[in-house]
């Protein structure tokens, strides 16, 4: 699998950590309730098929990157610095 | 037999050999099993289940029979017919005891009737005490390939990454004609084939190409490859894999075929190439034919028979018959009688079959049984209703060709049934990026795969934005025609995988059982489960399927090709990994004046850290761990301290990050301050502790504990980059560029003042400050803080002083009664103080649980705050942090034992705890234990039992305070 880190060009994913769901960008308010901060921490989709994740190019230049691929087909659809999606 | 002016070899080197302990003769460019061949040897092997004696089948990666094991370097499962020959190669033959000809387990083969399919399913049911003590010993004797050798494998394996515009699989007609197409256009090429000779069928065949040879053409076609910069050659390398984003893996073999390689030369090599575009020129292989009787050495496929002829110069027989349902066997009959060696016969199935030539042909005709105890010696043919005998001591049979379809099934491509070829072709776009050209996509002529060859590099080269053309010489464009022929009915087994002994019995056995399915067809008769994967026996047990099933073949469906394409070894694909390159060795600075001083050295993660360091006359670790705790509560100890991670902050935005990512604040820690932090994970538990320094109003530098150096990096760059990415802050790890080393005890300033610049004091030099000294003239920082208890600071200077620094650090404690010391009395003057390190917060423990829920600030957020506040995680009835001592006649403790009320039973559901750390404390004179008992903190003063069932212990412990010694904190400020 081949991952296009937004700095340092298309790299294989063995210089990547794999974190999980790109919702960890989401955090919530400190008063936004269990429920939600529940949500936050603890649930996770399953998709079969398109889906957001995050990366971090840990044997690169040591940026976070949101890469949404299809998890069936392994197809990357785009790949974008998790600063710039986060804001 | 070899056969006169034939061949690619080269006569004028003869290589010598043996196998089975006998000698024999070869030359230059023979594989051993056309060596063998040539030296008249048929016999090779023993099969896996009825030990039946085998001959070579093919001529290249798909042999299923002669697997034989190297000796030179105890490397069993060599298919003969790829290893290439050389001057004193040693090869043995496998599955057979006492001897290949004399085989006893070949009783087997009488037994038969009794060992169908199904047969070890059936009889080892019971008992089911005897599954792995009896039966599985007994069937792995019985059964086999190649023992391994169980020595440690001496060989060199390498991994190695490529990148390419075009990756072309397969250097035959297609192939040639595809890299030379796109080399010529000057794109990126890599061509890869897994002969050490690239042509493909070219150099096993008699075509014309414009006014060559094939063989010639093919040489040609290289040379000119080989003089473009921009082509890369990779011969004996296999591409075993397709995966994503068009990477692939390659198996080169390096080394096989070299008598004495070079030292450092490795044996394998495991590439994974990157191509923008690929295209498979695989070929296709050719399909044996189920007749009664069709594994008996002698019995090959007609290409093969060919190959052996016009490649290596070797007749593999003196009367060789041919059977076969397509146009293209007949070309074996003409090669062979133009070479002039005895065509026996042609067997046609078909009866409008037209052949010409000056020996018998029998259209409309097929075998039905064949004799010969130990290779071939007579066929019997049933010909226009009446049965004959035909004498021969080779069998060249053709079933048709199967389109090489591997690859493109790797990733979940199902390929597609063609009649007119009788064969599986590739899906199209089965693999993004991947095209497919020649004979691996159905297009038999050689006419044919030069075309589409070029073709299909002009396409792929178009959607790369290189125009190229196609220049594509005239060749041979023989129509293929086949009709079915798959099983031929008749009295006695008809094989369809030799290498597993599954024959069309068996297959029809699975359907009237009801394995229906291909998939579990498969599975109960063990069809296609070899190391040849069904190359060979595949699409024939389909046909077999379908058939008894009343089924197409289409509908009956086709097995997975999963990769590898051919075996790859384990450690080729783990090159690399084995020994220190699994688990690298990282060295401090103080390392070798550690070893000097004879300090055994234990694992921290990657780095290795003295665990003492030894006197003349201490007997064991206790003596030295003692001595040096003393030592420091009484004088000065150093230690090093470096494998701590250390992350260097920067950034106007520094301050408020850290009260983001600390529970405690850090925006209030005044520059040239230390302080201790907490970290928490999002979900409320530890995640780390250590100190953070200010060393400006935009600089600190946090330390980490040495494992979670990593975790702690990705956590800071994850919290910044996704979190708060608006805040100006950079991250570093310093951790290698920094050694650091901790001065412990009362004399700790004596130490220092003797080696700094500018000496310090009380005032100068507060408990929890910071600052930029110079050690000796070097530039370093120094820090306050203590791990001990004592009195004590961490000098840091640059990596490339710190061994210089350790030494003088320790010649200067030596002369006040100090010096080293290791990682048990770390640990030891650390339980005595109640710090925690990992043991206790391990992953599952709270900043409540550990005591320190104060440290979490109410006046701002931080990680892990919210889910911190959790009931559940603030219940009184957690397990909380509490020391342990001894309060009974057995004076041990274990960590990892478990706590009991004093008269429970001490069973899992009475568990109230558990010890994480251990101690003897040389200070107090008795074991200490660091561990979480339920309401721990309101129990100071109660008894709880110790339990630990493994090492059969009980003690008796008084519950208390984690501190145990100086609470007060009186000689840390001293």
């Known amino acids: ?87 | 037999m070899r056969v006169k002016d034939k061949g690619l070899i080269n006569r004028a080197v003869p290589l010598r050999f043996t196998f089975d302990g006998r000698h024999y003769e070869g030359f230059q460019g023979d594989t051993l099993a056309s060596a063998l061949l040539a030296n008249d040897v048929r016999l090779v092997g023993r099969s896996f289940k009825y030990h039946r004696p085998r001959g070579i089948l093919t001529a290249g990666s798909e042999e299923p029979n002669a697997l034989m094991t190297i000796t030179d370097r105890a490397e069993p499962n060599v298919r003969a017919t790829v290893q290439e020959l050389y001057q004193g190669l040693s090869a043995k033959s496998q599955n057979n005891w006492p001897s290949l000809a004399r085989d006893a387990l070949s009783v087997n083969d009488l037994m038969a009737p009794f060992l169908s399919a199904g047969f070890y399913y059936k009889t080892f049911m019971w008992p089911r005490a005897f599954w792995e003590r009896v039966y599985e010993p007994l069937i792995r004797r019985a059964a086999g390939l190649g023992a391994l050798d169980k020595t440690h494998n001496p060989d060199l394996y390498e991994k190695a990454y490529a990148f390419c515009d075009v990756l072309i699989i397969g250097a035959g007609p297609a192939g040639l004609m595809a890299a030379l197409t796109a080399g010529r256009a000057g794109a990126r090429v890599i061509l890869a084939d897994e002969d050490s000779l690239m042509g493909g069928r070219l150099n096993s065949e008699t075509y014309q190409i414009g006014d060559h040879t094939g063989q010639d053409w093919a040489a040609a076609a290289v040379s000119e490859l080989t003089a473009m910069d921009n082509v890369r050659l990779m011969p004996r390398t296999t591409v075993t894999g397709a995966y994503d984003q068009g990477t692939y893996g390659a198996l080169e073999r390096v080394a096989h075929h070299i008598a004495k390689p070079a030292d450092d030369l490795p044996l394998e090599c495991f590439w994974r190439i990157v191509a923008k575009r690929a295209i498979l020129c695989a070929g296709s292989l050719e399909r044996p034919i189920a007749f009664p009787m069709n594994d008996r050495p002698g019995i090959m496929t007609a290409s093969a028979v060919r190959s052996y002829l016009n490649r290596y110069g070797v007749a593999p027989g003196k009367s060789i018959a041919i059977y076969g349902n397509n146009d293209n066997a007949h070309q074996t009959a003409h090669d062979l009688a133009a070479a002039g060696v005895k065509v026996a016969a042609v067997i046609d199935s078909r009866a409008d079959a037209q052949v010409q030539g000056d020996f018998p042909v029998y259209t409309g005709a097929e075998v039905i049984n064949t004799t010969g105890r130990l290779g071939l010696e007579e066929i019997l043919v049933r010909h226009n209703g009446e049965n004959l005998m035909v004498n021969a001591d080779c069998l060249a049979m053709s079933g048709g060709w199967n389109p090489t379809v591997h690859l493109t099934c790797h990733m979940n491509g199902r390929p597609v049934w063609r009649d007119g070829i009788l064969a599986f072709v590739p899906a199209d776009d089965a693999i993004p990026g991947l095209s497919v050209a020649g004979a691996a996509r159905g297009i038999f002529s050689t006419r044919g795969c030069l075309q589409d060859g070029a073709k299909t590099a002009v396409q792929v080269l178009d959607d790369l934005g290189v125009k190229a053309q196609a220049d594509v010489p005239e060749a041979e464009e023989t129509p293929y025609q086949i009709s079915p022929l798959w099983a031929v009915p008749g009295k006695g087994r008809a094989w369809l995988d030799f290498q597993n002994d599954v024959t069309v019995k068996d297959v029809k056995q699975a359907a009237a059982e009801n394995f229906r399915s291909v998939e579990h067809m498969k599975r109960y008769t063990t069809q296609g489960m070899a190391t040849d994967q069904g190359k060979n026996s595949n699409v024939g047990a389909l046909a077999v399927l379908a058939d008894v099933t009343g089924r197409a073949i289409p509908e009956t469906g086709t097995t997975t090709f999963r990769p590898p394409f051919s075996p790859v070894s384990i450690a080729a694909m783990g090159a690399g990994g084995q020994g220190k390159g699994f688990a690298p060795e990282r060295f401090t600075t103080s390392h070798l004046p550690s070893i000097q001083r004879a300090a055994p050295m234990i694992e921290a993660g990657l780095w290795y850290r003295p665990s003492y360091f030894p006197m003349p006359g201490e007997q064991t670790w206790r003596e030295s761990c003692d001595r040096e705790v003393n030592m420091v509560r009484t004088k000065v100890g150093i230690c090093d301290v470096s494998t701590l991670g250390k992350i260097d902050i920067q950034g106007p935005d520094a301050a408020e990050f850290l009260d983001f990512v600390y529970t405690n604040t850090f925006s209030t820690l005044k520059v040239g301050r230390v302080r201790y932090g907490l970290m928490l994970r999002e979900d409320g538990y530890v995640m780390d502790d250590g100190t953070t320094a200010r060393l400006g109003d935009h600089h600190y530098v946090m330390t980490t504990t040495t494992a979670a150096a990593g975790q702690v990096m990705r956590h800071l760059e994850f919290v910044h980059q996704c979190l708060k990415p608006k805040l100006n802050v950079r991250f570093i790890s310093v951790t290698e560029q920094w050694a650091q080393f901790a001065v412990a005890g009362p004399r700790a300033r004596d130490v220092l003042n003797a080696l700094l610049d500018d000496p310090i004091d009380n005032d100068s030099f507060p408990f929890m400050a910071c600052g930029q000294v110079k050690v000796a003239g070097t530039p370093g920082r120094l820090f306050r803080i203590s791990f001990s208890g004592e009195h004590a600071y961490e000098v840091a200077v640059p990596a490339r002083y710190g061994e210089s620094l350790f030494r003088l650090l320790c010649a200067q404690a030596e002369a006040m009664g100090g010096g080293p010391y290791g990682m048990e009395a770390l640990n030891v003057l650390r339980i005595e103080k109640g710090f925690v390190t990992h043991s206790e917060i391990h992953g599952r423990t709270t900043a409540f649980d550990i005591g320190a829920e104060r440290m979490v600030s109410a006046k701002k957020d931080c990680i892990g705050k919210t889910m911190a506040a959790r009931p559940g995680l603030i219940d009184d009835d957690r397990e909380q942090l509490v020391g342990l001592k001894p309060a009974g006649a057995v004076k041990q403790l274990i960590a990892g034992g478990h706590l009991f009320a004093p008269g429970a039973e001490a069973v899992r559901v009475n568990s109230q705890g558990y010890v994480t750390s251990v101690g003897y404390s040389p200070t107090l004179d008795c074991y200490l234990g660091l561990g979480f008992l339920k309401n721990g903190r309101a129990r100071h003063g109660e008894r709880v039992k110790m339990v630990d069932h493994l090492k059969g212990v009980e003690t008796l412990c008084e519950v208390c305070d984690p501190v145990f010694f100086d609470p007060e904190g009186g000689r840390l400020r001293g």
């Not at chain 1, 340092?8 to 309730?33: I, K, M, T």
């Not at chain 1, 785009?78 to 999606?85: R, Y």
């Open chain 1, 1 to 87: 699998m081949r991952i296009t880190c937004p700095i340092c060009g298309e790299r294989d994913r063995r210089e990547f950590y794999y974190q999980g769901a790109a919702v960890a960008l989401d955090r919530p308010a400190p008063d936004a309730g269990p429920q939600a901060w529940d949500d936050y921490v603890h649930l996770r989709d399953n998709p079969a098929g398109r889906t957001r994740d995050l990366w971090f190019h840990e044997m690169g230049c040591g940026a976070w990157i949101v890469v949404e691929r299809d998890t069936v087909i392994h197809e990357v659809y785009s790949t974008e610095l998790a600063e710039k999606a986060a804001r």
